[in-house]
């Protein structure tokens, strides 16, 4: 396709769009003028499940017209359809009308799905999975011991007092305690293990006016306890875990007396040992109903952060439990204080390798991104000397870019325009990209203080979103495709070329910039490290969160949640 002057009509934001034009652009009053008017669809359509239709009217109706470069049919009413399918998420729907004196052309992009910002349910939903509360189980096993279960027991344990044989309670000994977390739609069964658990007595043998003291231990390799916790946040944003009554299983009792091995005295003190284990499951479900019952797990968490530019409110206001693992519900607002209440999502799937899965949808980083990339793209620059000749020899290496007229320097406006989607996807290589379909470039020759123009055009950005370490995402842009809105040069040029030539110009003007962009989806949970003093914080350790893995959010009819996508995160080192 070859042509001196090229216009193209644009429906910014409007439902179609019209204009013509001779080939000499001059008006041909010898016939009927050329119009062309694009009904269906309009520009940045969100189309849903359904493919593009396009309806539109062409005056005279004897004119050729191509609809992405297939001829159409015309009616004598000037009607022409055509149904294109979404090869990507977006499609740029491109109608030419020609006649032997005029074209006329309409190029306008359309979306499939829905805007994001419909979809958007101002929340971030968070799994535990059961790998991240076996990890989690580890350093409960000192906060259980922390509670002084140990002490409670010892203030209990019995004094035995036979006439000739006495026992009297020194303490309990033990070895650290281990938790195994256990998921349930219940709750989450703590299975706590108290190991190598010591009862520790001074025994007493007195016979006439003889007598003798001795240690005695009564040991125990483990004793299980289990406990069903409700794991809930209240209205201010506390957290609390609940523990029901404790399940206790003791191991058999190993008797040392002195450091002499009991078994050669079992005749003697059988009947008093029994005075001691016996009971022992009592006194101990007492001792830890004394000291556990309702832990306090730190809070508020509510917090505010910003992610490129957008002020974040977030608040914890819902919890849940299913045999996956913990559910942890993030209200949002953005630019709003955050809801409170449970959320209108499910939690999202556990993820092999992940021992959090955080539910992102893309309206937030939609929301996101258009303070940070858009503002990183639109620019307005007025440049001379070295400069200037930058821009200046990538617009002369185009086809027709070498009549360009000698002026005191180039002028560079890029606009990202309205039409712009984020989606996200599968796997990490990117996990999500930004797409501006119609970013429009404007080229000009400063000559006298004054912008000439010399080149406009439409290009499609893809901005691809990756995790660069850790939680860190960056961007990678890449130009794919465009078209020449209107071009000055007075030689010979197919617009493939020129299209292909500026598209590798800007990609490579622009990415010098988005190389420096970053953002870290840390921030987005950031409240829920735990500050200092912070229970939940000192549950969690050293983390070093890594992003693992990206899937779709399933609902509970099995079908992926629009939008929303689970980030598998690693939150302990291997």
Not at 354 to 374: I, M, R, S, Y
Not at 407 to 431: D, H, I, M, T, Y
Not at 501 to 520: P, R, T, Y
Request: include cysteine.
């Amino acid at each position: 396709m070859r042509f001196s002057l090229i216009t193209l009509a644009l429906a910014f934001g409007c439902n179609s769009g019209e204009f013509t034009i001779d080939d000499d652009g001059l008006g041909n009053e010898n016939s009927e003028p050329l119009t062309l008017e694009l009904l269906t669809p309009t520009y940045g359509e969100f189309l849903g499940d359904a493919s593009v239709q396009v309806e539109g009217l062409v005056t005279p109706n004897d004119a050729e017209v191509t609809v992405n470069g297939e001829s159409v049919e015309v009616s004598e009413e000037g009607v022409f359809t055509a149904t294109l399918e979404f090869d990507k998420r977006y499609k740029l729907v491109d109608v030419k009308a020609a006649t032997d004196d005029e074209k006329a052309r309409v190029r306008l992009p359309v979306f499939d799905g829905h805007n994001p910002a419909d979809t958007w349910p101002s929340a971030v939903p968070m799994r535990l999975t059961a790998s991240g509360l076996a990890s989690l189980g580890a350093g409960l096993g000192q906060v259980v011991d922390s509670t002084g279960w140990a002490e409670t027991l010892s203030d209990q344990l019995p004094a035995i007092d036979q006439g000739w044989f006495s026992l009297q309670p020194i303490g309990v000994l033990h070895d650290p305690s281990t938790v195994d977390l256990i998921p349930s739609d219940e709750g989450i069964t703590a299975a706590i293990v108290l190991n190598n658990v010591s009862l520790e007595y001074d025994g007493t043998i007195t016979v006439g006016e003889w007598s003798t003291t001795f240690p005695v231990s009564v040991g125990f390799g483990e004793i299980s306890v289990g406990l069903l916790t409700d794991i809930y946040v209240d209205d201010q944003g506390m957290l609390f875990a609940g523990l029901g009554s404790p399940s206790i299983a003791l191991d058999e009792a190993d008797i040392v007396i002195g450091v002499i091995e009991g078994d050669w005295l079992d005749g003697l003190i059988d009947g008093v040992l029994d005075l001691l284990v016996e009971p022992l499951s009592d006194l101990l479900g007492t001792a830890l109903d004394g000291v556990l019952g309702e832990i306090p797990l730190g809070g508020p968490y509510a917090f505010e952060t910003d992610l490129l530019g957008t002020s974040l409110d977030l608040r914890l206001s819902d919890v849940g439990t299913d045999s996956q693992g913990l559910g942890l519900g993030l209200g949002v607002g953005i630019g709003e204080a955050a809801p409170i209440g449970p959320l209108s999502v499910g939690w999202p799937g556990a993820t092999e390798g992940a021992d959090l899965v955080v539910g992102l949808h893309e309206g937030l980083l939609q929301t996101a991104l258009e303070a940070g990339v858009l503002d990183l793209l639109a620019q307005d620059l007025q440049l001379s000397g070295i400069a200037g000749e930058l821009i200046g020899a990538g617009v002369r290496n185009l086809p027709g870019g070498d009549t360009a007229p000698v002026g005191e320097g180039w002028c560079l406006q890029l606009n990202p325009n309205e039409a712009r989607v984020v989606r996200l996807q599968s796997g990490l290589e990117p996990f999500g990209k930004l797409y501006l379909p119609d970013m429009i470039a404007n080229i000009g020759i400063l000559q006298q203080g004054q912008c000439t123009p010399w080149l406009d055009a439409s290009a499609a950005v893809e901005v691809g979103l990756e995790i660069r370490e850790g939680t860190t995402v960056g961007i990678e842009m890449e130009f794919v495709e465009g078209a020449v809105l209107e071009y000055g040069a007075t030689s010979a040029w197919e617009e493939a070329e020129v299209v292909d030539g500026l598209n590798g110009f800007l990609q490579g003007a622009v990415s010098l910039l988005a190389g420096q962009l970053e953002f870290d989806l840390a921030d987005i949970a950031g409240g829920l490290g735990g500050g200092e003093g912070d229970p939940l914080g000192g549950l969690l350790g050293d983390i070093e969160p890594a992003v693992v893995s990206s899937e779709p959010v399933l609902g509970n009819d099995g079908a992926p949640v629009e939008g929303m996508y689970g980030l598998g995160v690693q939150l302990w080192a291997e």
